[in-house]
């Protein structure tokens, strides 16, 4: 057997062994909201039941704006395989004009894929989630973080960055306060945008205020005021 298999079959038996160590120690909330006690985060259940979250990342901040996989399977399919695999949580990414570009969020999701020529995505969408083909992109947004809530997943929204792209790199423009793309103060009515959105969601636990601040324009002071 060739070294490249070796080294595959090895990461797959790990990614197996991780997943039944995983089902073994996942956690199941049943009190929300979530908050911290010194270094845990614990539930509202006899007095702080402690929570670990084993979370999968879920991509949103593309250019599409659609959570990525709907054209290949189900929604509900997708979200009801979590939990079986040993994770309790999804980080769901978002771009910031999701939340304060009301023409961006208002496009349907056919809109968004015509706009980029991905045609074949369309089909893929209405053979298999037919209802979320003519949802707006925040509507589309919200079915994905209900179904998560249908399979007891807990969700974790994470501002990935402000315009809609494949992250991250040092001169995008989108990675620290007072750059090209990141006006701290349409970052902050983003944040409260969704988290007032989202304040109902119980099974929202939590908020990834911004991902991987970066650039040439990075500093400490900046970053801690």
């Not at 039941?49 to 996989?69: D, P, Q, Y």
């Amino acid at each position: 057997m060739g070294r490249f298999s070796c080294k595959f079959l090895f990461y797959v038996l790990f990614f197996l062994l991780s997943c039944t160590s995983l089902q073994n120690t996942i956690t199941k909330v049943k009190a929300f909201p979530l908050h911290t006690n010194g270094r845990w985060i614990v539930d509202e259940e006899g007095g702080g039941k402690r929570v670990k979250l084993a979370c999968l990342s879920w991509i949103t901040h593309g250019l599409a704006v659609v959570a990525e996989g709907l054209s290949k399977q189900p929604l509900d399919s997708i979200t009801e395989r979590i939990r079986p695999m040993g994770f309790n949580c999804i980080r769901f990414t978002w771009p910031l004009e999701l939340a304060i570009n009301e023409s961006l969020a208002s496009f349907t999701v056919k809109q968004s894929f015509q706009n980029l020529g991905l045609f074949d995505d369309i089909k893929g969408i209405q053979a298999h989630n037919p209802l979320i083909l003519d949802l707006s992109l925040i509507e589309a947004f919200q079915a994905v973080v209900k179904s998560l809530a249908n399979n007891d997943v807990m969700v974790i929204l994470d501002n990935h960055c402000t315009k809609p792209s494949m992250c991250c790199s040092e001169t995008d423009q989108n990675g620290f306060f007072g750059d090209k793309y990141f006006d701290p103060q349409l970052w902050i009515k983003g944040l409260t945008k969704m988290a007032t959105m989202f304040n109902g969601f119980t099974n929202v636990v939590a908020m990834s205020l911004r991902n991987e601040l970066r650039g040439p324009r990075s500093n400490l002071k900046d970053w801690y005021r």
